[in-house]
């Protein structure tokens, strides 16, 4: 379990005078700034959950990462992650987690993959049947047995990424961070990604927190998910939870043989966003839908229709700019 209480963390640092006058004075004397990196943040993950971690670049993501996995200190607040402080980085605290950064490499490029992973076995004192069956069990799901002795700077980007998972589970931690482990994989390989760690935290039911700006992650993998901006907390609770809160619209689409009148046309209660061959799609507001619903149907000759929610995402990318407040 991972507990966290209002915790925070505030980076000190120079300003910077401009011209040549500037940096010579700099030298004698600087003027220091404080930046909140991270402030009063609290939620909780149980085993077994994915709490997805969303925010803007410099929300202060990867830093609350770092102080759950006892990288840095925080300067206010606390946190328990299975019942140890993570800044005192205890030995059997290490020994339980795990940290998987996408833009980090935690294997050596020069040897195989599977030179390295003996490597973290004798680091993590694990014996010989658990290594073999975990490593075994880890190979067949993410399918990559042929590439287990090619040196690591000889896989693509995808297959690395597979390896650096193998390597960080290889101890079987019960927490894991994985701070964006699908940026710069192309479609498939992020796919493949999601599939796996989804099976994993339903087998082996750790708790994990997962920070992406692909929102097909935090989609397919985030029940719950906890929104920073700035630092700051501005939202804690189940993804479904915003939507029902913050998405004021629904998508109706319309199959239809005749679309020629249509574009011109000025409607009382939605917004055409979409006309093609055969197809009229529109936002409505959730209050306007009946009513929407009646028009559109005395007017267009329709085959099918289907009314959907508006993309989260929109809702998401509002609220970490600070355009929508949740209730």
């Known amino acids: 379990m991972i507990l966290v209480d209002k915790i925070g963390k505030t980076y000190r640092t120079h300003r910077k005078a401009p011209g040549l006058w500037g940096s010579i004075r700099s030298l004698v004397t600087r003027e220091w700034l404080d930046k909140v990196a991270v402030q009063d943040v609290s939620f909780k993950v149980n085993a077994g959950e994915i709490l997805g971690l969303v925010g803007a670049n410099g929300a202060g993501k990867t830093t609350l990462i770092k102080m759950l996995s006892g990288i840095i200190h925080p300067d206010s607040g606390g946190a328990r992650v299975l019942g140890f402080t993570p800044w005192e980085r205890g030995i059997e605290f290490r020994r339980q987690i795990s940290l998987i950064m996408g833009q980090k490499a935690q294997l050596w490029w020069d040897l195989p993959a599977a030179d390295c992973f003996l490597l973290l076995r004798e680091i ?50 019960k927490v894991i961070f994985l701070d964006e482990p699908t940026i710069g994989l192309d479609i498939m390989a992020q796919r493949s990604m999601r599939s796996f760690i989804l099976e994993y935290c339903q087998r082996h039911k750790p708790a994990i927190i997962l920070t992406s700006h692909y929102m097909e992650d935090i989609e397919e993998l985030c029940p719950n998910i906890v929104i920073l901006r700035a630092g700051r907390l501005v939202y804690s609770g189940a993804l479904e ?83 929508a407040q949740p209730v």
């Open 124 to 173: 993590y004192q694990i014996d010989g049947k658990t290594y073999q069956r975990t490593l075994d069990e880890l190979v067949s799901v993410l399918d990559v047995s042929a590439l287990l002795h090619i040196p690591v700077r000889n896989l693509s980007l995808g297959e690395r990424m597979k390896m650096e998972l193998i390597a960080a589970l290889l101890h079987s931690p």
């Open 241 to 323: 939870g915003i939507r029902a809160q913050l998405s004021h619209t629904k998508i109706v689409t319309i199959h239809t043989d005749s679309t020629s009148a249509v574009p011109n046309r000025r409607w009382e209660s939605g917004t055409l966003v979409e006309s093609a061959s055969g197809l009229l799609r529109f936002k409505v507001e959730r209050e306007k839908l009946r009513h929407f619903m009646n028009e559109v149907l005395s007017i267009v000759e329709a085959h099918d229709v289907s009314i959907e929610e508006a993309d989260i995402s929109d809702t998401i990318a509002a609220l970490m700019k600070g355009k």
